[in-house]
T-cell receptor, first 108, second 113 residues
Framework: QQQVKQSPQSLIVQKGGISIINCAYENTAFDYFPWYQQFPGKGPALLIAIRPDVSEKKEGRFTISFNKSAKQFSLHIMDSQPGDSATYFCAACNMLTFGGGTRLMVKP | DTGVSQNPRHKITKRGQNVTFRCDPISEHNRLYWYRQTLGQGPEFLTYFQNEAQLEKSRLLSDRFSAERPKGSFSTLEIQRTEQGDSAMYLC???????????FGPGTRLLVL
């Protein structure tokens, strides 16, 4: 049972554009929502995380928007750069339930 | 760099053989997690330890999978009688407590022939 659904599966964005990745969860007991970035052959690395008591968190070019009533959250990457090209995973809770991943390609 | 380390990084084995992977967490982290990641998918939680106690193992994929953390430091994940379907990346992560960020190692990529 997939408890965290992530979309889109792949995304192509021009350099300088905004990348938006969406996730929806089912379990209302989830209380921690991180986003991880993974490059080929590497383990996931934490990018940014949010708890459900806030609706938005921004760190540099990365912003999480959180909608508790809709059980949805999203990652926005502003001014996307070719170096952002990677696979991004949303996750929930602490024995992390991961989404299926979004492969982002930023074209120069 | 004192991040999470995993060994070996790559393992090729024949079907039916046993394999063991090692994870060394960040030294002050008392929680250690194992995940499996297949190509194109997100990591799938397998089991976790708080210090030497294995607190969740019901999501280990079968009784061929077992994990230990005998002294609350490094951990091992063993797969007995490997099958081709076990081919995947096995990831280890650690955290200082249940509410903190998990830090992942580079993974061990297993190929079962």
């Amino acid at each position: 049972q997939q408890q965290v659904k992530q979309s889109p599966q792949s995304l192509i964005v021009q350099k300088g554009g905004i990348s938006i990745i969406n996730c929806a969860y089912e379990n209302t007991a989830f209380d921690y929502f991180p986003w991880y970035q993974q490059f080929p052959g590497k383990g996931p690395a934490l990018l940014i995380a949010i708890r459900p008591d806030v609706s938005e968190k921004k760190e540099g070019r990365f912003t999480i928007s959180f909608n508790k009533s809709a059980k949805q959250f999203s990652l926005h990457i502003m001014d996307s750069q070719p170096g952002d090209s990677a696979t991004y995973f949303c996750a929930a809770c602490n024995m992390l339930t991961f989404g299926g991943g979004t492969r982002l390609m930023v074209k120069p | 760099d004192t991040g999470v380390s995993q060994n070996p990084r790559h393992k090729i084995t024949k079907r039916g053989q046993n394999v063991t992977f090692r994870c060394d967490p960040i030294s002050e982290h008392n929680r250690l997690y194992w995940y499996r990641q297949t190509l194109g998918q997100g990591p799938e939680f397998l089991t976790y330890f708080q210090n030497e106690a294995q607190l969740e193992k019901s999501r280990l994929l079968s009784d061929r999978f077992s994990a230990e953390r005998p002294k609350g430091s490094f951990s091992t994940l063993e797969i007995q009688r490997t099958e081709q379907g076990d081919s995947a990346m096995y990831l280890c992560a650690s955290s200082p407590s249940v509410q903190e960020t998990q830090y992942f190692g580079p993974g061990t990529r297993l190929l079962v022939l």
